[in-house]
Each structure stands twice: as structure tokens, then as C-alpha cells.
């Protein structure tokens, strides 16, 4: 049961802290340190905790060496960087594959053109700013891959021709207080748009590493 001072946390914060906690697990999964069924057991944790000291103790161990947990919570850097978001970027792919992804820094708004290509969009360790993030798709026979992390909500407004569209069911399409979340408009001709969780991503691996 939190304590008093856990409810009096403030809940942009708490949102902020969870966002760049499961960014740390998904990185250490990245680089191999951590399984995914690990991986899938830290971020239920961070998830349902319900203050600051619950989220810090899931990744403890997985901090950079000589990195306490009051530098984590204080992340100055960070903060800094999303302090730095461009309103605009463009993504293009002409018979080629366009990719954003690692660690890096969306704009508010991203228009992305593609012809006979591919575009994956990786948000899964993003530096989201908080309130909307607007991706305007001019795709035609083009594949659209989007993989978000488990607290940014998506909403998806494009017109789809001779297309298709698959969204994970568990994505919020409304954000929480302190969060961001996706907004996708524009369209997609003779092309996939696909939109899932890192977290069903990585279970999908975890069950296909189970049957071998």
C-alpha cells in the first residue's frame, strides 16, 4: 500500500520516471544483458508501481556503473534533450528502407513520404515529449512498421486505399496526464501500416525462442 508520501508524488513525474525506467530495460535487453521474459517482468513492474522508489528498485541493477539511483531520478540530461524537440522532421524512402530508431529525439510534427519502400518507426526508446507527436504518412506500396513503448497512447487517423491496418489492441489511444502520445494521419496506398508494443514484440520472440 503506498505510503503518504508515495500519493503525494507528482504524477508528471512519476509518468517521466517510467518512461525512461522501461527505456533502461529495453536497452539492457537490447544489448543482451537481460532475457526477454526478464525483460517482460521488469516493465509489468514498473507499470504497476505506484511511486518512485518501486520504479527505481526494477532497474537498480542496471544502471551504468557509478550511476546512483538520485542521479536517475534527477535526469538532467534528459530533460535537456526533450527541451531541445525540432517542430518538424521528414522521413523519406524511395525503393529503400527509412529508419528511426535507438535513441533519438521525434519531432512534434514528422512527415513521412515513401514510395515502394519501407519505414520503421522505433519509439520504443524515443525521448518523447510530453502532448502530441504528429506523423503525417504519404506512403504508397510501402510497409509501415511503428513500435511503441508501453505507456505512450496512439491514436491513427490515416486513410487507408487498398491497404491495411493492424494496431495492438492494448495500445491506449488516450494518454494519461503526463504523457505523450502518437497521432498518425495522412495515407497509405497499396501499403501496410502496422502499430504494436515492444512489450508483444517481445513476447512474440520469447514464444518463438520457446518452440525453437
Given at each position: 500500500?503506498?505510503?503518504p508520501?508515495?500519493r503525494?508524488?507528482?504524477?508528471?513525474?512519476?509518468?517521466?520516471?517510467?518512461?525512461?525506467?522501461?527505456?533502461?530495460?529495453?536497452?539492457?535487453?537490447?544489448?543482451?544483458?537481460?532475457?526477454?521474459?526478464?525483460?517482460?517482468?521488469?516493465?509489468?513492474?514498473?507499470?504497476?508501481?505506484?511511486?518512485?522508489?518501486?520504479?527505481v528498485t526494477?532497474?537498480?541493477?542496471?544502471l551504468?556503473?557509478?550511476?546512483?539511483?538520485e542521479?536517475?531520478?534527477?535526469?538532467?540530461?534528459?530533460?535537456?534533450?526533450?527541451?531541445t524537440?525540432?517542430?518538424?522532421?521528414?522521413?523519406?524512402?524511395?525503393?529503400n528502407?527509412?529508419?528511426?530508431?535507438?535513441?533519438?529525439?521525434?519531432?512534434?510534427?514528422t512527415?513521412v513520404?515513401?514510395?515502394?519502400?519501407e519505414?520503421?518507426?522505433?519509439?520504443?526508446?524515443?525521448?518523447?515529449?510530453?502532448?502530441?507527436t504528429?506523423?503525417?504518412?504519404?506512403?504508397?506500396?510501402?510497409?509501415?512498421?511503428?513500435?511503441?513503448?508501453p505507456?505512450v497512447?496512439?491514436?491513427?487517423?490515416?486513410?487507408?486505399?487498398?491497404?491495411?491496418?493492424d494496431?495492438?489492441?492494448?495500445?491506449?489511444?488516450?494518454?494519461?496526464?503526463?504523457e505523450?502520445i502518437?497521432?498518425?494521419?495522412?495515407?497509405v496506398?497499396?501499403?501496410t501500416?502496422?502499430?504494436?508494443?515492444?512489450?508483444?514484440?517481445?513476447e512474440?520472440?520469447h514464444?518463438?525462442?520457446?518452440?525453437?
Amino acid at each position: 500500500m503506498p505510503q503518504p508520501q508515495d500519493r503525494a508524488e507528482n504524477k508528471v513525474a512519476l509518468a517521466d520516471l517510467r518512461r525512461r525506467a522501461q527505456a533502461l530495460a529495453i536497452e539492457r535487453y537490447t544489448e543482451g544483458l537481460i532475457d526477454a521474459e526478464e525483460l517482460e517482468g521488469r516493465i509489468e513492474a514498473i507499470l504497476d508501481a505506484e511511486a518512485s522508489t518501486a520504479i527505481v528498485t526494477a532497474i537498480t541493477d542496471l544502471l551504468e556503473p557509478g550511476t546512483s539511483t538520485e542521479e536517475f531520478l534527477a535526469p538532467t540530461v534528459e530533460r535537456a534533450l526533450v527541451g531541445t524537440t525540432p517542430q518538424e522532421q521528414r522521413v523519406f524512402a524511395a525503393f529503400n528502407t527509412a529508419r528511426r530508431e535507438g535513441r533519438w529525439i521525434p519531432a512534434r510534427k514528422t512527415k513521412v513520404v515513401a514510395v515502394f519502400g519501407e519505414v520503421i518507426l522505433d519509439y520504443s526508446r524515443a525521448l518523447l515529449s510530453i502532448g502530441i507527436t504528429a506523423i503525417d504518412l504519404q506512403v504508397s506500396a510501402c510497409s509501415t512498421r511503428v513500435i511503441v513503448p508501453p505507456d505512450v497512447a496512439v491514436r491513427v487517423d490515416t486513410s487507408v486505399i487498398l491497404g491495411s491496418i493492424d494496431i495492438d489492441p492494448s495500445i491506449r489511444q488516450e494518454p494519461v496526464v503526463g504523457e505523450p502520445i502518437l497521432v498518425f494521419g495522412g495515407h497509405v496506398v497499396l501499403g501496410t501500416l502496422r502499430v504494436h508494443q515492444v512489450k508483444q514484440l517481445v513476447e512474440r520472440t520469447h514464444a518463438k525462442a520457446i518452440r525453437g
